[in-house]
């Protein structure tokens, strides 16, 4: 059995558990919007037709904030077609997922929905096809409360008080060659300075988001996010990444190490945005927004022809999760809090449907994905602070990323729990973890799960729902706590005060 240890230290503090980590993101992509959250007629729906059984999984995975309406979606988006009485609105072509958008949902309704389920919406707004303009005029008919030709429109339609949407993406992905309307960096920083220089104008006090890369594999990755910086240093507060991973010829290994390169992209842009701020003798810190992340088998969906007739809400992206997934997803979660000091937002890319947790039949049954647990646990028992601990233990090698560390872990501490999350990466061999409690005083291990499942390959589904789920994990001891995590596992220790 490999053996590791983990020193816990409330003095290493690294900073408070950010809430808005635990975010998601809802697009007009597939079947995220339609049958996904919204579903009239079906029998769960609600009287505005919200779908009563996702809003419940919702509710339990504890997600905190949501992204909205896209991603590649938003870019070609009018936001004026998802406004005013229902059969009034227009069907549009969907360019960035080659689909007919019928504009039932737009952002009122999207924000109705946010409420009900206890969530911030987070807003972004379309510089591929518009600009400046549209931007402020969106800004006005959600956040102003009445009196102007477009906050009264929204007033008109039933929204009485205004949507206060305080955090704002200025476009989407604008460094991919896929996006409409994609731009160079500097092209991009100018328009995304004077949008933010507008959009403050409205209310100073938004929480502005610059495009980063859409991954570290990106040609123009770091240069982008140099000449983005240096034209909206001043005007935006964070700057977003996006990662997506999936299993490639067959690593599992290198799979499960895939929050190396999470690891590698944040470190890498929290340092080019010290450095332009040292530049500009800016004592201002720009962070981090995270707000793309998942496991997606990606390479499929690009040999995959492009759906006939532009279909209403076509199944699109509807991976289906395995127990390796969510390892691997879990791994990401972990990198995401030990990076809580820089890290302000995240949204795990998407919530229903679409490369998602949540999977709905239409008019049928919704259920669980592997890798709605590992968010559901963080998201309900990471609290208090991020401490650092790093473990120490055996390492192996990988094909992309060199020796890694088969333990991934990190804890959070609060006045009552300390709580371990804790990722075995090893293929075949279980991990014995010792936890060197000294600084926390007298403290018991009072709850232990684990994430596994002998077939790596094990997927949930309607009719086997709970196949891959946290069960508990009776192996640990006492004097010095201990306990075993088995090969390719997520686990969470919860240590209280005895
Ligand atoms: O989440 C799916 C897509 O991935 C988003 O629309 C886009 O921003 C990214 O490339």
């Known amino acids: 059995m490999l053996q590791a240890q983990l020193t816990i230290d409330p003095a290493h503090r690294v900073a408070p558990v950010r809430r808005r980590t635990f975010g998601t993101f809802v697009e007009h992509l597939g079947r995220c919007v339609y049958t996904g959250i919204y579903e009239p007629g079906h029998p769960t729906a609600d009287a505005e037709g919200f779908r009563g059984d996702v809003l419940a999984l919702t509710r339990e995975l504890g997600v905190t904030t949501v992204r909205y309406p896209g991603g590649n979606f938003v870019s070609g988006y009018r936001w004026e077609d998802g406004v005013g009485p229902r059969e009034r609105r227009p069907r549009r072509l969907d360019l960035a997922w080659h689909s007919t958008e019928t504009n039932e949902i737009g952002v009122d309704e999207f924000v109705r929905w946010s409420r009900l389920a206890g969530l911030e919406p987070m807003m ?110 001043d005007l935006v507060d964070h700057i977003s990444c996006h990662a997506y991973y999936e299993e490639k010829d067959g690593d599992l290994g290198g799979f499960l190490a895939c929050a190396t390169d999470m690891e590698h992209f944040i470190s890498t ?7 332009v701020g040292a530049r500009l003798g800016s004592g201002k810190k720009i962070s981090v927004s995270f707000d793309e992340w998942n496991i997606w088998y990606l390479s499929r969906h690009q040999s995959a022809p492009p759906p006939p007739d532009w279909p209403v809400a076509p199944p699109l992206l509807e991976d289906h999760y395995h127990l390796a997934d969510a390892v691997a997803f879990g791994g990401l979660l972990v990198t995401l809090l030990r990076h809580s000091d820089r890290v302000a937002a995240a949204c795990l890319a998407q919530l229903v449907n679409v490369i998602a ?81 000294r600084a926390l005083g007298a403290v018991r291990i009072a709850e232990a799960t684990t994430l596994t499942h002998e077939d790596v390959y094990a997927r949930n589904t309607a009719d086997d729902p709970e196949r891959v789920a946290p069960r508990p994990n009776t192996s640990h001891r006492s004097d010095p706590a201990r306990i075993v995590l088995p090969p390719v596992s997520w686990n969470v220790i919860r240590l209280a005060r005895s």
């Open 357 to 437: 947790p949540i999977m709905t039949e239409p008019g049928g049954r919704a259920w669980r994905q592997t890798t709605f647990h590992p968010f559901a646990q963080a998201a309900r028992y990471a609290s208090g602070d991020v401490l650092l601990t790093e473990p120490v233990g055996p390492s192996y090698e990988t094909g992309e990323f060199g020796q890694v560390p088969v333990l991934h872990a990190v804890a959070t501490h609060d006045d009552r729990f300390t709580t371990v999350f804790a990722v075995n990466r090893s293929v075949t061999e279980p991990l014995e973890l010792e936890l060197d409690t």
């Open 269 to 275: 842009v929290v340092s080019i945005a010290d450095q």
């Open 124 to 233: 972004a707004v379309n510089l591929g096809t518009r600009g400046v303009a549209e931007a402020v005029d969106l800004l006005e008919y959600c956040n102003i409360p009445s009196g102007t030709t477009l906050s009264d429109l929204r007033v008109a339609g039933g929204a009485k008080e205004p949507h206060d949407i305080r955090m704002w993406c200025l476009g989407n992905e604008m460094d991919g060659p896929w996006q409409i309307g994609h731009k160079t960096a500097h092209e991009y920083g100018r328009l995304a300075a004077e949008t933010a220089r507008a959009m403050r104008m409205v209310d100073p006090g938004l929480e502005l988001v610059a495009c980063g890369s859409s991954g570290s594999s990106m040609p123009t990755f770091g240069s982008w996010e140099t000449t983005v910086l240096e034209e909206t240093y």
